[in-house]
T-cell receptor
């Protein structure tokens, strides 16, 4: 059981470049999340999705875009990368409201923008 | 907007002793979940314990227990018989029934000394 898989694990981008962080889960979860974690800080919610075709902004959405065409995949797109986007990015998924509301996390992607 | 506050950036404890990590939150909701996640140096996010707000009984998981004070909006984590493997960042998190967002605090770094 793979759980939540993120690729790549590490990436260095130049200012102004764009890239997509991939996230896929095999648990049939309908809720998926993207977070960023700056050094020594907590996780800030970027975007989330409650199901295929539905996305919504979190606390820090500027500079990012998402899509959710399938239940399994929730890619995060960075357009025109900036040094402020240097961070570790986590994707997570969970079932909807109910007893099993634990969020499962991927291993994270460390992104450096230079 | 919901917020989660962890006022202790760092804590330390001696092996076999007990330590308590603090968490407070701000919400106008009456139904929600609270979580403690552990993040070791590997960056993996690991669920430690969860609490449903409608349950008065404090959750316990082996050496981990919480003190949930709903009126005070407080959710502290007690680690008994601390072990070297407990050393990690600990994040308190909050999720409502209605907004589907999972909000994290800034974390507490726990050091365990032999």
């Amino acid at each position: 059981n793979a759980g939540v898989t993120q690729t790549p694990k590490f990436r260095i981008l130049k200012i102004g470049q764009s890239m997509t962080l991939q996230c896929t889960q095999d648990m049939n979860h309908n809720y998926m999340y993207w977070y960023r974690q700056d050094p020594g800080m907590g996780l800030k919610l970027i975007y989330y999705s409650v199901g295929a075709g539905i996305t919504d902004k979190g606390e820090v959405p500027n500079g990012y875009n998402v899509s959710r065409s399938t239940t399994e995949d929730f890619p995060l797109r960075l357009e025109l990368a900036a040094p402020s986007q240097t961070s570790v990015y986590f994707c997570a998924s969970s079932f909807s409201r109910g007893v099993n509301t634990e969020a499962f996390f991927g291993q994270g992607t460390r992104l450096t923008v230079v | 907007a919901q917020t989660v506050t962890q006022s202790q950036p760092e804590m330390s404890v001696q092996e076999a002793e007990t330590v308590t990590l603090s968490c407070t939150y701000d919400t106008s909701e009456s139904d929600y979940y609270l979580f403690w996640y552990k993040q070791p140096p590997s960056r993996q996010m690991i669920l430690v314990i969860r609490q449903e707000a409608y349950k008065q009984q404090n959750a316990t998981e082996n050496r981990f227990s919480v003190n949930f004070q709903k009126a005070a909006k407080s959710f502290s984590l007690k680690i008994s018989d601390s072990q070297l493997g407990d050393a990690a960042m600990y994040f308190c998190a909050y999720r409502t029934y209605n907004t589907d967002k999972l909000i994290f605090g800034t974390g507490t770094r726990l050091q365990v000394f032999p």
